[in-house]
């Protein structure tokens, strides 16, 4: 079975900054991209960054330049650099990945973390 946990979040003053990592474990054949959302209470949940097998990178607009998405492939693993974080940014942020399951699966499978709380004070 596929887990994805997040870790890394907490509170931190506006400005701050916090690092998130998420580990996969468990089998999938192939990861087509990881990236992390973000959702706040009674809103959509919302793409923050993501980043391909290639290593092409994707951020939403309201954290270009603040945050960096990183993966290390060896180790599964996927992290989200955030840096002067904003109150705005409070969110539960999730761990996604979008991948086969097996050569015989054609078609794409996300899977996702429970979510961990980020909490920027102003």
């Known amino acids: 079975q596929v887990q994805l946990v997040e870790s890394g979040g907490g509170l931190v003053q506006a400005g701050g900054s916090l690092s998130l990592s998420c580990t996969t474990s468990?089998?999938?054949?192939?990861?087509?991209?990881m990236g992390w959302y973000r959702q706040v209470s009674g809103q959509q949940r919302e793409l923050v960054a993501s980043i391909n097998s290639g290593g092409g990178t994707t951020y939403a607009d309201a954290v270009k330049d603040r945050f960096f998405i990183s993966r290390d492939n060896a180790k599964n693993t996927v992290y989200l650099q955030m840096s002067t974080l904003k109150p705005e940014d409070t969110a539960v942020y999730y761990c996604?990945?979008?991948?086969?399951?097996?050569?015989?699966?054609?078609?794409?499978?996300?899977?996702w973390g429970r979510g961990t709380q980020v909490t920027v004070s102003s």
């Open positions: 996604n990945v979008i991948g086969y399951q097996s050569s015989s699966t054609f078609s794409r499978t996300d899977y």
């Open positions: 468990g089998s999938i054949f192939h990861i087509v991209a």
